[in-house]
């Protein structure tokens, strides 16, 4: 008994100093934010999305078998951010409409050094792919939501997590 509180307790330990930054005494990078309300239909994210892959975080509530159901669904981001969840088996009970969120709008854009990635979202940059130094991401009206956060590649790639997976999704070109 006594091993197992000791165990635990240094288990805890462990955990709580993963969790702090190592590398406070160095010069952190500015952040650039900004907190200005952007209207979606004027924005880099604006009309329809194909999710095309996922990658699992350190940490995933979904299993392989859910995380492929949301593949070659398309996501809307207009005045609404709308995501077929009537097309995906595992969560047309849990959400039973397809609109994340009405009137939906980018209340911050972030951009954020690359390696603060992990602290912020405890997964590796390299592991899903993410090649620059800097990350652009855009924090919405929807908490809670598959569209919390989007993470802007470029022009026409976007990431969104849900339960621990992201979710990369290509701009569909008219």
């Given at each position: 008994?006594?091993?197992?509180?000791?165990?635990?307790?240094?288990?805890?330990?462990?955990?709580?100093?993963?969790?702090?930054?190592?590398?406070?005494?160095?010069?952190?990078?500015?952040?650039?934010?900004?907190?200005?309300?952007?209207?979606?239909?004027?924005?880099?994210?604006?009309?329809?999305?194909?999710?095309?892959?996922?990658?699992?975080?350190?940490?995933?509530?979904?299993?392989?078998?859910?995380?492929?159901?949301?593949?070659?669904?398309?996501?809307?981001?207009?005045?609404?951010?709308?995501?077929?969840?009537?097309?995906?088996?595992?969560?047309?009970?849990?959400?039973?409409?397809?609109?994340?969120?009405?009137?939906?709008?980018?209340?911050?854009?972030?951009?954020?050094?690359?390696?603060?990635?992990?602290?912020?979202?405890?997964?590796?940059?390299?592991?899903?792919g993410i090649t620059s130094?800097?990350?652009?991401?855009?924090?919405?009206?929807?908490?809670?939501?598959?569209?919390e956060e989007i993470f802007?590649?470029?022009?026409?790639?976007?990431?969104?997590?849900?339960?621990?997976?992201?979710?990369y999704l290509e701009k569909?070109?008219?």
């Amino acid at each position: 008994m006594r091993y197992s509180i000791y165990l635990s307790v240094a288990i805890i330990i462990v955990f709580a100093c993963l969790s702090c930054n190592s590398n406070a005494s160095e010069k952190k990078e500015s952040v650039k934010m900004n907190t200005e309300v952007t209207d979606v239909k004027q924005s880099i994210i604006s009309g329809k999305w194909k999710i095309t892959k996922y990658v699992f975080s350190e940490f995933s509530a979904m299993d392989d078998k859910t995380a492929g159901e949301w593949l070659k669904k398309t996501v809307s981001f207009s005045k609404d951010a709308i995501i077929p969840f009537k097309e995906i088996p595992s969560y047309k009970e849990i959400f039973p409409n397809d609109t994340v969120c009405k009137n939906f709008e980018i209340l911050r854009d972030t951009v954020f050094p690359a390696k603060e990635f992990f602290i912020q979202y405890n997964s590796d940059v390299m592991k899903l792919g993410i090649t620059s130094e800097k990350i652009r991401c855009l924090s919405t009206n929807s908490p809670e939501t598959p569209v919390e956060e989007i993470f802007v590649l470029d022009d026409t790639h976007v990431i969104i997590r849900w339960d621990g997976v992201f979710f990369y999704l290509e701009k569909e070109i008219k």
